[in-house]
């Protein structure tokens, strides 16, 4: 069973930074599309940032010049290093990839557990 590994959350201050981390755990064969999403309280989940294999990377408005999204080596883990954090952007961030099992089969989309990100003012 695949299922998407999150770390890296926590409590930080405003102005301060914190990196996540995503990983597949079980057999797969290819990831395509990695993406965090986030979810306030009493807010509807939104995209933060996506990244495809080539590296092509896209960002919501209220993150860009902040966060930075990005892909290890083996292009099948997935980080957002969030720099000059807000106390807005407190919420769960979520993991989200297109993940292949094996060669020939369809992608499907796949979440994480969820991690919790608080920034204090």
């Known amino acids: 069973q695949v299922q998407l590994v999150e770390s890296g959350g926590g409590l930080v201050q405003a102005g301060g930074s914190l990196r996540l981390s995503c990983a597949p755990s079980?057999?797969?064969?290819?990831?395509?599309?990695m993406a965090w999403y986030r979810q306030a309280p009493g807010k509807q989940r939104e995209l933060v940032a996506t990244?495809?294999?080539?590296?092509?990377?896209n960002y919501a408005d209220s993150v860009k010049g902040r966060f930075t999204i990005s892909r290890g080596n083996a292009k099948n883990t997935v980080c957002l290093q969030m720099n000059s954090l807000k106390p807005e952007d407190t919420a769960v961030y979520y993991c989200?990839?297109?993940?292949?099992?094996?060669?020939?089969?369809?992608?499907?989309?796949?979440w994480g557990q969820g991690t919790q990100v608080t920034v204090s003012s």
């Open positions: 989200n990839a297109q993940i292949q099992k094996t060669m020939g089969s369809n992608y499907h989309t796949y």
């Open positions: 079980g057999s797969i064969f290819s990831v395509n599309v």
């Open positions: 990244i495809n294999r080539g590296g092509g990377t």
